[in-house]
């Protein structure tokens, strides 16, 4: 059996942010764990656009090439920790 696989996102862009804070705390008591994989996510690296396509994802397959990015990046994870502390 596998080790699940946890997403730690750092859900904030914002200059200054907090949200870096509670996700690395996070990170770091799930990566002392054996029993699970464990990923740091910061949606920096993933500079999607505000939506801008013709049809919703759930009905057409986004045309941007950073968010095929994203999907392919949390398609690998079996849980989402998300952080968005201001």
């Given at each position: 059996?596998?080790?699940?696989?946890i997403?730690?996102?750092?859900?904030?862009?914002?200059?200054g942010?907090?949200?870096?804070?509670?996700?690395?705390?996070?990170?770091?008591?799930?990566?002392?764990?054996?029993?699970?994989?464990?990923?740091?996510?910061?949606?920096?690296?993933?500079?999607?656009?505000?939506?801008?396509?013709?049809?919703?994802?759930?009905?057409?397959?986004?045309?941007?090439?950073?968010?095929?990015?994203?999907?392919?990046?949390?398609?690998?994870?079996?849980?989402?920790?998300?952080?968005?502390?201001?």
């Amino acid at each position: 059996m596998s080790k699940p696989k946890i997403g730690i996102i750092i859900g904030s862009t914002r200059e200054g942010r907090f949200a870096d804070k509670p996700a690395n705390w996070i990170y770091e008591i799930a990566k002392a764990r054996g029993d699970i994989e464990v990923e740091l996510v910061d949606l920096r690296d993933f500079p999607l656009p505000f939506f801008n396509e013709p049809a919703s994802p759930a009905w057409a397959p986004s045309q941007s090439e950073i968010a095929q990015k994203w999907k392919k990046k949390v398609a690998g994870f079996d849980v989402f920790v998300f952080t968005a502390a201001e």
